[in-house]
């Protein structure tokens, strides 16, 4: 059974850090393309950031500079290090796994997800 978990959400303040963390299970890791997303009350879910197996990274462009998202294939493991940060950023944070199937099919995997809040 394929199993997302993500960890380390929470209370930040305006400026500073918080660490997430998403363990995988269930799925070979290292062909997976890791990625957070991001839903804001009455919003739309929204790419933060993601990782190939290789570890290419993309960013959305609110968060290129301040967050960084690594991987660490040998756990089974995705991070999200959230450094800068603004109230705007408030939101539950979802992980995800994605595998290709094809060059253009693939099957997602999500996360329950975690909240983050950062008061100004």
């Known amino acids: 059974q394929v199993q997302l978990v993500e960890s380390g959400g929470g209370l930040g303040q305006a400026g500073g850090s918080l660490r997430l963390s998403c363990a995988a299970s269930?799925?070979?890791?290292?062909?997976?393309?890791m990625g957070w997303y991001r839903q804001a009350a009455g919003k739309q879910r929204e790419l933060v950031a993601t990782?190939?197996?290789?570890?290419?990274?993309n960013y959305a462009d609110s968060v290129r500079g301040r967050l960084i998202i690594s991987r660490d294939n040998a756990k089974n493991t995705v991070y999200l290090q959230m450094n800068s940060l603004k109230p705007e950023d408030t939101a539950v944070y979802y992980c995800n796994a994605r595998k290709y199937t094809s060059l253009s099919a693939f099957v997602d995997t999500w996360g329950p997800g975690t909240q983050v809040t950062v008061s100004s």
């Open positions: 269930g799925i070979i890791f290292n062909t997976n393309r």
């Open positions: 990782i190939t197996p290789g570890g290419a990274t």
